[in-house]
């Protein structure tokens, strides 16, 4: 199974702040990840996937980089909506694994 | 729109059995890939089954494998699952989902979840 790493688990930040949250699979996936964003009591919201490309109606601050092992997904000027729990996910192949997590608070 | 609205969710005693369902609409059903993931209280995403469009291809994570059964029926839009020898571990949000796009593996929408609580 390819086992999905993030780092931080949390981070604290402020509006306007440019936040970079990395993922890293235990082997090359080339581009099959994934990016969601859940707010609490919510379900996840697939903010972007095939590692750069941004779903429709994701706000452009959303970007998301990186293939093989190491992915970053950066917003580039926190907003208020933005604090929520980031999950990265692999979908190169089964079984389809999630990374455990980064949740960004307010500072 | 898309919409996906499980149901079937509820308290049940370890060793039993429970089938969710998942009505879609808003988009042609039989296009597209669907699962089932799940979220304990507090935990985080575990993908438990995947069903090709025509249910001729399953997959299953290794949790569930052997107790759980992923089923559709395109006729009626809706998208199933079989949960048998339930354990303390299943309890959670049930989620079912679409691809954004045929048969991606991405997840592009989510229900609303079903909470299943297994406990005596």
């Known amino acids: 199974d390819i086992q999905m790493t993030q780092s931080p688990s949390s981070v604290s930040a402020s509006v306007g702040d440019r936040v970079t949250i990395t993922c890293r699979a235990s082997q090359d996936i080339s581009s099959w990840l994934a990016w969601y964003q859940q707010k609490p009591g919510k379900a996840p919201k697939l903010l972007i996937y095939a590692a750069s490309t941004l779903q429709s109606g994701v706000p452009s601050r959303f970007s998301g980089s990186g293939s093989g092992t190491d992915f970053t997904l950066t917003i580039s000027s926190l907003q208020p909506e933005d604090f929520a729990t980031y999950y990265c996910?692999?979908?190169?192949?089964?079984?389809?694994?999630f990374g455990p997590g980064t949740k960004v608070d307010i500072k | 729109q898309v919409q996906l609205v499980e149901s079937g969710g509820d308290l049940v005693k370890p060793g039993g059995s429970l089938r969710l369902s998942c009505a879609a609409s808003?988009?042609?059903?039989?296009?597209?890939?669907m699962s089932w993931i799940r979220q304990a209280p507090g935990k985080g995403l575990e993908w438990l089954s995947y069903?090709?469009?025509?249910?001729?291809?399953?997959y299953y994570g290794d949790s569930v494998k052997g107790r759980f059964t992923i089923s559709r029926d395109n006729a009626k839009k809706s998208l199933y699952l079989q949960m048998n020898s339930l354990r303390a571990e299943d309890t959670a949000v049930y989620y079912c989902a679409r691809a954004p796009y045929g048969s991606s593996l991405f997840v592009g929408y989510w229900g609303q979840g079903t909470l299943v609580t297994v406990s005596s």
């Open positions: 808003g988009f042609t059903f039989s296009a597209y890939y």
């Open positions: 996910q692999q979908a190169d192949s089964f079984p389809i694994t």
């Open positions: 069903i090709s469009s025509s249910g001729s291809t399953l």
